[in-house]
């Protein structure tokens, strides 16, 4: 499994936007770079995905260095339901487990 | 549409009792996941079913530990002899079981063993 490095922490205040950077030097040439939040006292929900081009959905965008070695999630404007921990997640595709690190905390404030 | 469901949300049992927990996938998902959280810890997988494949336990931490899924679709996560480690937050997952596919997480399971 490709090995990850997330901040511990970030802070944002609210309506701003934030950039959650991840390193994954060592990601294979066919993982696809997930990205899930856990919300407290809940289970993971997945957020966005994406393999080499940058990516938008509802939730986020997703934006992925050209060498693939990182990637950013950037939230357009945070709200105090945002406050979640936030995982990058190396993933090859069909059948297969997600491997979890330790993710990013995101406290959101007024 | 329905998404997973998990049950029960808390159980408490005693040191050395076997527990069962339960889940039921997103109707038509192939795949289906287990992982646990111990408190302050990160998400750890145990095991996994495809279709009618046999399943991965790459990630079952004793043999204490066994999980089945019958017709496919729902599936019991059972641990014997439970212990205090044990304790932790139990979560089942499902996905459609095509390529780059998206896991749906239930609730969990909170299994708190005194």
């Known amino acids: 499994d490709a090995k990850t490095t997330q901040p511990n922490s970030m802070e944002s205040n609210e309506e701003e936007p934030v950039h959650l950077p991840c390193n994954h030097s060592t990601i294979s040439g066919t993982d696809y770079i997930h990205w899930y939040r856990q919300l407290p006292s809940q289970g993971p929900e997945y957020v966005i995905h994406g393999l080499t081009s940058n990516v938008n959905n509802r939730m986020a965008s997703l934006a992925i260095a050209e060498d693939r070695k990182s990637s950013t999630l950037i939230l357009h404007r945070a709200t105090l339901r945002d406050a979640a921990v936030y995982y990058c997640?190396?993933?090859?595709?069909?059948?297969?487990?997600?491997?979890f690190g330790t993710g990013t905390r995101l406290q959101v404030t007024l | 549409g329905a998404g997973v469901s998990q049950s029960p949300s808390n159980k408490v049992t005693e040191k050395g009792k076997d527990v069962e927990l339960r889940c039921d996938p997103i109707?038509?998902?192939?795949?289906l996941y287990w992982y646990r959280q111990s408190l302050g810890q990160g998400l750890e997988f145990l095991i996994y079913?495809?279709?009618?494949?046999?399943?991965?336990k790459s990630g079952l931490p004793s043999d204490r530990f066994s999980a089945e899924r019958t017709g496919g679709s729902v599936s019991t996560l059972t641990i014997q002899r439970t212990q205090q480690e044990d304790s932790a937050v139990y979560l089942c997952?499902?996905?459609?079981?095509?390529?780059?596919?998206?896991?749906?997480f239930g609730p969990g399971t909170r299994l708190l063993v005194l």
């Open positions: 109707s038509g998902h192939t795949a």
């Open positions: 997640i190396p993933f090859t595709g069909t059948a297969s487990k997600l491997t």
């Open positions: 997952a499902s996905s459609p079981g095509v390529w780059v596919e998206t896991q749906y």
């Open positions: 079913f495809q279709g009618n494949s046999a399943p991965d």
